[in-house]
């Protein structure tokens, strides 16, 4: 142990391994999407439903698959997971620069929801709060942040997809995704003591038993999947983030089509979509302070707030001068990325961290519907009506619904907390 002081704490490893792959899948993947939407819309002659539900299919990354990486991520450790997640995701990518109808473009993106679902989301957030624990907020915030700091490719995106072609484009991330992320997977370790390490890179004499909170109250906060499912504490998280999820997933996906049909062009279009996510970062790394110094369902709450007035003012954009944009990427930034290192903040708080994975999976399976639903809803609302306002300013009310939700979770039931 003597020898490995001077040394960087290998969490810190993880932690960069973990943000580097969010931001490639984020980057071409999640935000990139919007990119690629008109030109595989015009190339094939689709309704924007017809293609939406091809980027609501990676709610599946969550809806089937979170909960049965949350599973194995808590019994496997994650470096399987990742490598595994890291091949399929190049695969699919492969398969997508040769589809040729809309049954080889949705069966593309499940494979590459399959994958996303090993290398983003349960997977490096449980990793982080495995080898980090008295800042475990604030690391799962930069963590995170990799999301945002993807969206920063989204105009790169863009112009290899003007210049060549989106096929040629599919094609070139699947291989970078082969030769970039299989190799970073390799980085991930499942706890630290496994290693000869400690949470935070602590020595035996200065770690506290378990973590910087009374024992008694630690006991009480080691609540299993089943007697978390019994309560209305996890319903409320779990309900509140299929709300914000719903929202921001069809945000991301119909941003680029939305201010292309109000007349800005993509060019411009594609500087906001990158904006929003990187707008973001101050979210998630203020609420990740913030969430480890006040009540966290607040500093949620307060997230979902911002993203709907945020929402409000992109549908008068329609009606309004550019300038708009400038406060809605601020408000739909913060909301957008503060609530996310919230998520499992909250399940630590209400339920312990020893099954983490398994309650984050859960939580995520869930919020799948959220997440599948929002794009051809708003997708739908514009080939029905030749507008995304009145898209908008539904998902505006849904968001303040989902902060009411937030704003009443209940603290866990006693006789949970003695039986978990």
């Known amino acids: ?75 496997w450790g994650p470096r399987k997971l990742v490598f595994t997640g890291a091949a399929i995701i190049g695969l699919g990518l492969l398969l997508s620069s040769r589809i040729n109808s809309l049954v080889t ?63 040629t484009v599919m094609a070139i991330l699947g291989f970078g995704a082969l030769g970039i992320l299989l190799p970073l997977s390799l980085l991930f370790r499942h706890k630290p003591e496994q290693y000869g390490y400690l949470p935070d890179g602590d020595s035996g004499n200065n770690l506290p038993p378990v973590e910087d909170q ?54 411009s279009s594609s500087l906001v979509a990158s904006a929003i996510p990187l707008a973001s970062i101050l979210g998630r790394l203020s609420f990740g302070w913030l969430g480890d110094r006040y009540d966290k369902k607040r500093i949620t709450a307060l997230g979902f707030a911002l993203a709907a007035f945020g929402l409000i003012l992109f549908g008068y954009l329609a009606t309004a001068d550019s300038w708009v944009l400038v406060p809605f990427i601020i408000l739909i930034g913060i909301g957008y990325g503060g609530p996310v290192p919230m998520m499992p903040a909250l399940l630590r708080e209400y339920f312990g961290r020893v099954r983490l994975g398994t309650l984050l999976g859960l939580v995520m399976g869930i919020a799948s519907a959220g997440a599948m639903i929002g794009p051809p809803l708003a997708g739908w609302v514009f080939d029905k009506f030749g507008s995304y306002q009145g898209a908008w300013f539904a998902f505006a009310g849904l968001l303040i619904a989902g902060m009411i939700i937030m704003l009443t979770t209940p603290p866990v039931n006693r006789k949970i907390k003695m039986s978990g």
């Not at 960069?16 to 899948?25: D, K, L, N, Q, S």
């Not at 190339?43 to 969550?62: C, H, I, K, N, P």
Request: hydrophobic share 55%; proline share 4%.
């Open 1 to 75: 142990m003597n020898s490995k002081k001077h040394k960087l704490f290998y969490g810190w490893w993880i932690l960069g391994a973990g943000f580097f792959i969010i931001v490639y899948i984020a980057g071409f993947i999640q935000f990139g999407f919007t990119a690629f939407f008109e030109p595989i819309a015009n190339d094939f002659g689709w309704s924007y439903t017809q293609v939406s539900l091809a980027g609501s299919l990676r709610g599946l990354e969550m809806g089937l698959f979170a909960p049965i990486v949350g599973f194995l991520v808590d019994r």
């Open 105 to 167: 473009f949705y069966g593309a993106f499940m494979l590459i929801a399959a994958g996303i679902s090993a290398c983003v989301g349960v997977v490096p957030i449980t990793t982080v709060n495995n080898w980090f624990r008295r800042r475990a907020t604030m690391v799962t915030g930069i963590l995170v942040s990799g999301t945002a700091v993807g969206g920063l490719l989204v105009p790169l995106a863009t112009l290899l997809i003007d210049t060549y072609d989106w096929r």
């Open 214 to 267: 009374p024992p008694a109250q630690d006991a009480e906060l080691n609540i299993g999947a089943k007697q978390a499912l019994k309560s209305r504490t996890f319903w409320h998280i779990a309900i509140g983030l299929t709300c914000h999820i719903m929202v921001m997933n069809a945000l991301v996906i119909h941003v680029m089509p939305y201010l292309s049909s109000i007349g800005i062009a993509r060019s």
